[in-house]
């Protein structure tokens, strides 16, 4: 059962790169414009929003152990390893739309989350 369950995981993982893979070189080359992502829904559905999610929730529990010693040290810098480590998570997995994300290094997409 846990050599069929190996194999399975395997084959989602390599379709999973594989679709990721050619649906960003076909944005881009159809847009030519590098700024958005767009990925198969069903793959992010399936596969990329759990995944958000799991970052979202390890990014929380960073952040609350971490939060004690940069009220500490920085209190005014509170809300900086908050907004990278949960509320730019939280935001690609619960507002985004299906199949489609922003560049998360744009500065307009970062300033948006207060």
Same mark, same amino acid.
């Given at each position: 059962?846990? #050599?069929? =369950? #190996?194999? $399975?995981?395997?084959?989602?993982?390599?379709?999973?790169?594989? =679709?990721?893979? @050619?649906?960003?070189? #076909?944005? !881009?080359?159809?847009?030519?414009?590098?700024? !958005?992502?767009? +990925?198969?829904?069903? /793959? !992010?559905?399936?596969?990329? *929003?759990? =995944?958000? $999610?799991?970052?979202?929730? @390890?990014?929380?529990?960073?952040? +609350?152990?971490?939060? &004690?010693?940069?009220?500490?040290? #920085? &209190?005014?810098?509170?809300?900086? &390893? $908050?907004?990278? /480590?949960?509320?730019?998570?939280? *935001?690609? +997995? $619960?507002? !985004? &739309? /299906?199949?489609?994300?922003?560049? *998360? *290094?744009?500065?307009?997409?970062? @300033?948006?989350?207060?």
């Amino acid at each position: 059962m846990v #050599r069929n =369950l #190996r194999g $399975f995981i395997a084959a989602l993982v390599i379709a999973a790169s594989v =679709l990721a893979h @050619g649906a960003a070189a #076909r944005a !881009d080359s159809v847009t030519g414009h590098v700024g !958005d992502s767009s +990925v198969p829904v069903v /793959l !992010d559905a399936l596969i990329m *929003r759990p =995944l958000g $999610f799991v970052v979202m929730c @390890g990014g929380f529990v960073a952040y +609350v152990i971490g939060a &004690p010693i940069m009220a500490i040290t #920085r &209190p005014t810098d509170m809300g900086k &390893p $908050f907004k990278s /480590l949960v509320a730019l998570p939280a *935001r690609y +997995v $619960f507002v !985004d &739309p /299906l199949g489609h994300h922003p560049d *998360r *290094r744009d500065a307009e997409y970062a @300033g948006t989350i207060k």
